[in-house]
């Protein structure tokens, strides 16, 4: 297991890109600019087929041929570039200077402290809006506090919000099916932990389940089925419910 370095989640060592806030590795952003290349490469020898093709019809139509599989394949690397660039770009530090630690250090004990109240008031909104300004804006991973497992619930919980209404669509795309299916297998599997049990354990019950059986057409009896596969004993592996929800998800109607 390996902890992602943007969100602080554990996850599988071959997991190229985190499961829970889409953070890609500077070595899998590289591996996939070469494969890229690689496509390229392949592009580059049919173009080198063309010339011959091409004086048998006729030189223009030959040379236009190239032109324009040369200028397609620029085009082509300078967009696989703009994607790495921006992948790599919020990256963050690794080794942080001394000013840097110590400004991480006090705003999570600022984010802990509010993190705390809104766990005493039950407001999963306020949790939720922390733990997301944290890690999207300001960019300081609040792993180790004492409610992470709580506020990263949260932030679940409202996303799964937002993207219920998919259900209702005519076709629900592969992306949205994965999304919403997440969601409700994380709160199923109880993926937040023994400090989130006080506030989800009724939501699971009164909420959730009723979507994964009556919406997403599961069984209990399925949903039992995979817990010894995204069970790290007493732990729920929150990357083994993304794999689980990889090969099961469905569309829905």
């Known amino acids: 297991m390996k902890i992602c370095q943007n969100c602080g989640a ?3 060592d071959t997991n190229e890109v985190c499961p829970y806030c889409g953070y890609i590795t500077r070595e899998s952003a590289i591996n996939k600019l070469k494969d890229e290349i690689e496509d390229i490469k392949y592009d580059i020898a049919d173009v080198k087929k063309e010339p011959a093709k091409a004086f048998k019809k006729g030189l223009g139509k030959g040379t236009k041929v190239i032109l324009l599989t040369v200028l397609i394949t620029v085009i082509f690397a300078a967009i696989i570039a703009v994607i790495l660039i921006k992948e790599l770009g919020d990256e963050p530090r690794i080794h942080l200077s001394a000013e840097e630690e110590a400004y991480a250090t006090a705003y999570k004990v600022a984010a802990g402290e509010e993190l705390a109240k809104a766990y005493e008031e039950k407001n999963i909104g306020k949790m939720a809006e922390i733990f997301d300004k944290a890690y999207s804006i300001d960019r300081v991973s609040l792993w180790g506090d004492k ?13 799964l919000q937002q993207c219920l209404p998919n259900l209702n669509k005519d076709k629900i795309s592969k992306k949205e099916a994965e999304e919403i299916t997440y969601y409700c297998f994380y709160f199923y599997y109880r993926a937040y932990g023994e400090d989130g049990a006080v506030i989800f354990d009724d939501i699971r019950d009164n ?10 057409m599961f ?3 399925d949903m039992e089925s995979f817990r010894e596969k995204v069970t790290d004993p007493p732990y729920v592996n929150r990357s083994r419910v993304y794999g689980i929800v990889k090969d099961n998800y469905k569309n829905y109607r």
């Open 10 to 12: 554990e996850i599988e």
């Open 147 to 159: 409610h992470y497992e709580t506020g990263h619930a949260s932030s679940c919980y409202m996303k």
């Open 207 to 216: 909420e959730i389940l009723p979507i994964i059986t009556d919406r997403l």
């Open 219 to 221: 069984t209990e009896e």
